[in-house]
């Protein structure tokens, strides 16, 4: 994978982090992400994850763990939501550090009933739904130029939800061979509309960087 669809954590300088007291089997280790919080408080967190064993995610494919206090529509979730086996409230890593061990995620799942409210979808299930089956599996998408956020950005969010990007805009022809698989064209705007002369839908989508 290139690394440059890695969405690297702010971390520290290495002699600045503490030395892991444990060192946990490889599946039992969790990788994390962090997402909607300062700075200064991530680094407090990433020092107690790795004095407890776990360690920071190098980008979203390697992630195991989110950890947020909403809902957002940063690259982290947007991407993280669609490979992590939980999401957790920062209480997740707090108790963790109070018992000297990572606790069970059930009892800090992250809730966020305005957010599901607002945008009509509940978390509990979209990550049922993730983990069964990607939701953009099976799907290629054409990202048009000048998209914000940039097309590194969009390609990684959908090639973590299973999704293909293709590196041209495809021939009429093409999206008509694939029309069980639709072409998605996103454009930065914030509508849908119909493309009148080439006759496939275009999607258009936005999101928080």
Not at 125 to 135: G, W
Request: aromatic fraction near 10%; glycine fraction near 6%; proline fraction near 5%.
């Amino acid at each position: 994978m290139n690394s440059r669809q890695c969405f690297h954590v702010f971390v520290s300088r290495i002699e600045d982090l503490p030395t892991p007291t444990k060192k946990l089997s490889p599946e039992s280790t969790p990788t994390v992400f962090f997402t909607g919080f300062e700075p200064a408080q991530v680094q407090q967190y990433i020092k107690k994850l790795y004095v407890l064993g776990g360690e920071v995610a190098e980008c979203a494919r390697k992630c195991s763990h989110l950890v947020a206090n909403k809902v957002t529509r940063t690259v982290k979730f947007l991407t993280a939501m669609s490979i992590v086996k939980h999401i957790v409230t920062p209480e997740w890593l707090e108790e963790s550090w109070k018992t000297h061990k990572f606790v069970d995620e059930q009892n800090f799942m992250l809730r966020d009933a305005e957010a599901e409210v607002l945008f009509s979808f509940s978390l509990e299930e979209s990550l049922k739904r993730a983990h069964a089956a990607p939701l953009f599996k099976g799907k290629y998408f054409y990202i048009t130029p000048g998209i914000c956020p940039s097309l590194i950005t969009m390609k990684a969010i959908v090639e973590c939800a299973g999704g293909r990007v293709l590196s041209k805009q495809p021939s009429f022809r093409k999206i008509m061979e694939h029309k069980q698989n639709k072409v998605q064209l996103h454009r930065p705007h914030r509508r849908t509309k119909r493309s009148g002369d080439a006759g496939y839908g275009i999607s258009l989508g936005w999101f928080d960087t």
